[in-house]
């Protein structure tokens, strides 16, 4: 069991609806984290949120919005996907400073 | 562009031998390195954590670091079948006080047979 907490861990969705993944960690880590991770490829960092704001965006379309609502929580809201936006989220937290991240079980996500 | 090279492998070894997994960075100024098994369908799980120069040891696992070669690797002593898997190399690319951003290699898929 990972101490990082993401439902759901399965979502089928169509191109027009609107959803949400959550993730939640109690490890006191103030760093939070979502990837996007295809088949047979590394995961991709899409945002970093550190003390509960936004620090990066690696240029991420605006049909994904991300939401800190505290330090244990972090959203990921999806609207109007594409196909392949079909993927497995990851989120992940660390503690401040040079630590490792650890990863949730992911969200794997279809888009119909 | 910083990058972390590794060989995609399959890397195949016998059960009982000793499995080397090798990688590269570009970045000089990176503090921090990471090894993460990844079992197919599953997330990533970290294994091991080095930040300076030499090995550390952690049951079968060994992690080398050597920052002037810029190379990072990790070896497993005893190899089992459960030790197939995908194994990324994560390397620090951009750390301030509140956060530590990883770059990953593409992992090297290593396959253990009896």
């Known amino acids: 069991d990972t101490e990082v907490t993401q439902t759901p861990k399965h979502l089928v969705m169509g191109m027009t609806n609107k959803k949400s993944l959550k993730c939640e960690q109690h490890?006191?880590?103030?760093?939070m984290y979502w990837y996007k991770q295809k088949a047979k490829k590394p995961p991709e960092l899409m945002f970093v949120?550190?003390?509960?704001?936004?620090?990066i965006n690696e240029s991420v379309p605006s049909r994904f919005s991300p939401e800190c609502p505290n330090s244990s929580l972090l959203n990921l809201h999806l609207h109007a996907l594409q196909p392949e936006d079909s993927a497995l989220y990851l989120c992940?937290?660390?503690?401040?400073?040079?630590?490792?991240?650890?990863f949730g079980d992911g969200t794997r996500l279809s888009i119909l | 562009q910083k990058e972390v090279e590794q060989n995609s492998g399959p890397l195949s070894v016998p059960e009982g031998a000793i499995a080397s997994l090798n990688c590269t960075y570009s970045?000089?100024?990176?503090?921090?390195f990471f090894w993460y098994r990844q079992y197919s369908g599953k997330s990533p799980e970290l294994i091991m954590s080095?930040?300076?120069?030499g090995d550390k040891e952690d049951g079968r696992f060994t992690a080398q670091l050597n920052k002037a070669s810029q190379y990072v690797s990790l070896l497993i002593r005893d190899s089992q079948p459960s030790d197939s898997a995908t194994y990324l190399c994560?390397?620090?690319?951009?750390?301030?006080?509140?956060?530590?951003?990883?770059?990953f290699g593409a992992g090297t898929r290593l396959a253990v047979h009896p």
């Open positions: 080095i930040y300076s120069n």
């Open positions: 994560a390397v620090n690319g951009g750390y301030s006080g509140g956060y530590n951003k990883l770059i």
């Open positions: 490890m006191g880590h103030r760093a």
């Open positions: 949120y550190s003390y509960e704001k936004l620090s």
């Open positions: 970045d000089r100024g990176s503090q921090s």
């Open positions: 992940a937290s660390s503690q401040a400073g040079n630590q490792p991240q650890h």
